[in-house]
């Protein structure tokens, strides 16, 4: 659900029961259908749903449930006429809902009920709550309760308001999330992410349709940015190169924000707003995800924000944790050492490509990291025993890696250069002894 509303929708501000004499022999039918709103938005019959009768001009009475079928829709044969009733409405997956002020005859109710915990409420809840919202005085009031009646009438109506706004709201978040996709089928990745900010604008903290329009958004803006980067790599103009390269660095950067929202969001979710724990770990694992593809995507285009690696530092670790294919695990180690390579972190880029490394010793993409990182660190230390380290990994690279390797080049050019400028030549591995 997007946000649960308030257990009772009065059907009038106020019921006031006039006194009855006599119990009639006689009755009519009371049929209606329950309707339940979704978490995104679409409205569909509530089958299944148990509906009880009590009833509520005395304190006392029920009548037979009954029980909706597959269209939501249920059917009692006689209400006996003069009597006032409650329908108490609960069932698995939603949010129990009493619908007050039910006589016979009533052919068209309506109840709309949101996704919940399916808790269903006792009888004596019911009657407490229909006592505390509704005052059934007798005869002339006084002046006390005709300002406990206005002050209920006031309460009521500040309800029924904030019950349609949130109706109002979770169908333009619905709709915003439809738009949405509509659009990202399409391709059309500006519109995209133009309406799922504007759902994700409307409740930006609720755990119930937040993370999935930021998991849907952070996916928009990665396909926007590859998109770009392409774009800017072929621009013969420096200038709009420049340009380009700052829109994939700034989208980016925002998909990881948003992924990390999403993460944290669902983190601290109750069953309240997410009831199904599987829909939970799904959009957990969609934002962990999102958020190493979009880390990837900086390293690979060398458009990575600096002050979004501390979001990577957090959540490449998470999603170690959720992965379960040995090649991905590793893939994603590798990815948190790039990231410190790319914006310069020389010396946690070398720690992290030797845990890769320690794994998984023949990782040629480890390997070139490494290497590029020692030399770097040494460079910027005035480190001789560092720049010879880096020769040696280098070199190891460098012989085991194919042509095609898109490292192989630049490895080869670094050696060279090091060998003629700081007369730094790889050194040979020490041959193993035999036992």
Sequence with gaps: ?????????????????????????????????????????????????????????????????????????????????????????????????????????????????????????????????????????SGELTAEQKKAEAELAAKVAAVTAKNKKIDEENATIGRSLQEGNTAFNAKNWDQAIASYSQGIAIAPDFAGSAPVLLNNKGAALRERAVIKYNESVKAADANTKIEGYKAVKADLAEAADGYHRSWTLLKGASATDIPDAKVKDSQIAAALTGAKDTFRLMTVTEQADETKVDLAKTMIPEYLTIETNAANKEAGKLILADLFRVTG????????????????????????????????EGFLKDDKAQLQDGANVLQKFASAAPDSHKFKNDAVGLLESLKTDQKIAPQKAPPKRRP
Excluded: W
Excluded at 348 to 354: F, G, P
Excluded at 367 to 373: D, N, P, R
């Design 1 to 137: 659900m997007f946000r649960k509303c308030l257990l009772i929708s009065f059907a009038a501000a106020m019921l006031i029961a006039a006194g009855v004499g006599g119990v009639a022999a006689q009755g009519s039918p009371v049929r209606g259908e329950v309707k339940l709103t979704k978490a995104d938005g679409s409205v569909v019959p509530a089958a299944g749903v148990l509906v009880e009768v009590y009833r509520t001009d005395t304190n006392n009475g029920t009548l037979p449930s009954a029980t909706t079928n597959k269209k939501g829709a249920f059917n009692f044969v006689q209400f006996p006429f003069g009597h006032t009733y409650a329908l108490a409405v609960s069932g698995p997956g939603i949010s129990p809902k009493i619908e007050p002020g039910v006589k016979g005859g009533r052919d068209n109710v309506v109840i709309n009920v949101s996704e919940g915990d399916g808790r269903k409420l006792t009888e004596a809840e019911v009657r407490e709550t229909i006592a505390a919202a509704i005052n059934l005085p």
């Design 345 to 376: 972190d020389s010396a946690n880029a070398i720690a992290e490509y030797r845990k890769v490394l320690e794994a998984s010793p023949d990782n040629l993409d480890a390997m070139a990291g490494l290497g590029f990182s020692l030399v770097n």
